[in-house]
């Protein structure tokens, strides 16, 4: 399931890439005057932090379950965007970002498990345009963020697989460049996201667990569309 979700990212990474190209080749360049945007995009993003694959945590500190949580590999997915200029130098925008990765736990050596991380992001972005049709731009926000693991294991008393979910907040700091091909826009971006994860659910168990980091850094390309007075 995973593996088929990071071959949809990538062949949806060429798709935009040469949509990008077609763009270029076509009328003449031009940034939007309009005062809105939505886009869709393709992500890539690798992860590191207390998501080590060593670490248990626990949904009911006295009940259970007790779960190993997977350390992820570098996955891919989308990105759905959409923003409001607010000046010629500032907007705000929303994220969405939802990734799929394969993952690996110290429980059961061998049990491949696949998660999805998702965050939603709140930011403000400060633009630089350089002629009239491109801009540079870097980007801070904050975001709520959702780990969940299909097939996780609970342990102890004996190892079961069940779902899994983590769930925090955090920062997102990041920057790139967007291209204009008015109505539409192409833009290429990196980010660095810090969260800590603090609430588990297990196995029909909600709890709070001491706070564990989630890092990531995460490459989108996003095709835009401007719209708006």
Same mark, same amino acid.
């Given at each position: 399931m ?7 990212? =990538?062949?949806?990474?060429c ?10 080749? *076509?009328s003449?360049?031009?940034r939007p ?10 992500? @890539?993003? %690798?992860v %590191? ?12 500190p ?6 190993y949580?997977?350390?992820? #590999?570098?996955? *891919?997915?989308?990105v759905i965007?959409g ?7 500032l ?6 970002i *939802? ?12 049990q491949? /498990?696949t998660?999805?991380? %998702?965050?939603?992001?709140a930011?403000? =972005? ?22 969940g ?6 342990l ?6 069940? *779902? %899994? ?8 700091l ?9 109505? /539409?826009?192409? #833009?290429l971006a990196?980010?660095?996201? @810090? ?5 588990? @659910? ?13 890092k ?14």
């Open positions: 995973a593996t088929n979700a990071i071959r949809m990212g =990538r062949a949806l990474v798709a935009l890439a040469a949509g990008g190209l077609l763009l270029a080749a *076509s003449a360049q031009a005057d309009k005062k809105l945007w939505l886009g869709l995009g393709a992500a @890539s993003s %690798s %590191s932090g207390g998501l080590d694959g060593n670490q248990v945590f626990y949904a009911d006295t009940n259970g379950p007790f779960v949580a997977g350390k992820p #590999e570098k996955g *891919s997915g989308l965007s923003g409001a200029v607010i000046s010629k130098s907007a705000a925008e929303l994220q969405f *939802s990734t799929n990765h394969d993952a690996t736990h110290a429980g059961l050596p061998g491949n /498990l998660l999805s991380i %998702s965050e939603l992001l930011s403000l =972005r400060l633009m630089v345009p350089l002629g009239d049709s491109m801009e540079v731009f870097g980007r801070a926000g904050l975001g709520i963020y959702a780990v693991y299909d097939n996780n294991t609970q102890p008393p004996n190892p079961t697989l069940i *779902s %899994s979910s983590f769930g925090g907040a955090g920062l997102a990041g920057g790139g460049a967007a291209f204009f091909f008015d109505p /539409l826009g192409l #833009e990196i980010m660095t996201q @810090s969260a800590s994860l603090d609430t588990l @659910s297990a196995g029909g168990t909600e709890g709070q667990i001491s706070g564990t980091d989630l990531q850094t995460t490459v989108t390309l996003t095709l835009t569309g401007h719209f708006g007075t």
